[in-house]
């Protein structure tokens, strides 16, 4: 099976859409959720032969990076966007399509050979850099210097 958990609004329908025509089209189940439990959202992803980070247009061509792939990827589920920022984002580990057909083909060219270190690897590059601790010192950082640069004693 394949699954999408997260939300479908107009901006993603059709790649969404088309992505579960694929699917279709190789009898793979879609399985399309929202608003579960963490533990039913783990179970989902890990049971899943792929878990795509599928975005619309709106999406792509500005940069938007969804929590969706920091989700996955931390459940062990397969990486797939069809994100070129996403892709970057992860230094061009994931596997990436510009097109949902080929983010289709080319998830499922991976899954037939993938090991468990490449996922591994994977969900070391969120655990050591995508985390709400990192965000949080990010922040922090740039505050002290806003504060340090633009101080009232100037």
Not at 2 to 17: K, Q
Not at 19 to 39: P, T
Request: charged share 20%; glycine share 4%.
């Amino acid at each position: 099976q394949a699954c999408f958990v997260g939300t479908i609004w107009n901006n993603n329908i059709n790649e969404i859409t088309e992505y579960q025509k694929l699917c279709d089209s190789y009898d793979i189940n879609f399985i399309i959720k929202r608003g579960l439990s963490m533990e039913d959202n783990i179970r989902i992803v890990q049971e899943s032969l792929l878990s795509p980070t599928i975005v619309g247009k709106w999406q792509v061509d500005n940069g938007y990076i969804p929590c969706r792939i920091f989700k996955n990827i931390s459940y062990s589920g397969c990486a797939i966007t069809n994100s070129e920022t996403v892709y970057k984002l992860f230094n061009k580990k994931i596997i990436y399509g510009e097109t949902i057909n080929d983010m289709f083909h080319k998830g499922l060219k991976y899954y037939e050979k993938y090991n468990l270190q490449d996922i591994y690897a994977t969900m070391d590059v969120v655990k050591n850099k995508h985390t709400y601790i990192q965000r949080s010192q990010l922040l922090l950082t740039i505050i002290s210097k806003i504060c340090t640069e633009y101080s009232p004693n100037d």
